[in-house]
């Protein structure tokens, strides 16, 4: 069984900076792809930014050029660095990995606020 497990979540005032990480146990093989998406109340949950085992990302528009993802390949460990951090950015983040043939898996979430 994998399971990703995300950490770093937190209350942050606004311009400030978090990062998240999360770390994917278990029997993955091969190339495979990482992420985080967000949820907040009410709203569906969207793309916050992913990276392949090529180090290939791509963000969410609400977030390019304050986020960064990055991974440790050999730990299947992805980082979200998260700054000028703004109201609009409170959502419990959750972690997903796309590992093929072994399946998609999401983690638990973790909680991000930004006060104003």
């Known amino acids: 069984q994998v399971q990703p497990v995300e950490s770093g979540g937190g209350l942050v005032q606004a311009g400030g900076s978090l990062r998240l990480s999360c770390a994917a146990s278990?029997?993955?093989?091969?190339?495979?792809?990482m992420g985080w998406y967000r949820q907040a109340p009410g709203q569906q949950r969207d793309l916050v930014a992913v990276i392949t085992s090529g180090g290939r990302s791509n963000y969410g528009d609400s977030v390019q050029g304050r986020f960064t993802i990055t991974r440790v390949n050999g730990k299947n460990t992805v980082y979200l660095k998260m700054n000028n951090l703004k109201p609009e950015d409170t959502a419990v983040y959750y972690c997903?990995?796309?590992?093929?043939?072994?399946?998609?898996?999401w983690g638990q979430g973790t909680q991000v606020t930004v006060s104003s």
């Open positions: 997903k990995g796309f590992f093929g043939r072994v399946g998609d898996y």
């Open positions: 278990g029997p993955i093989f091969g190339d495979n792809t």
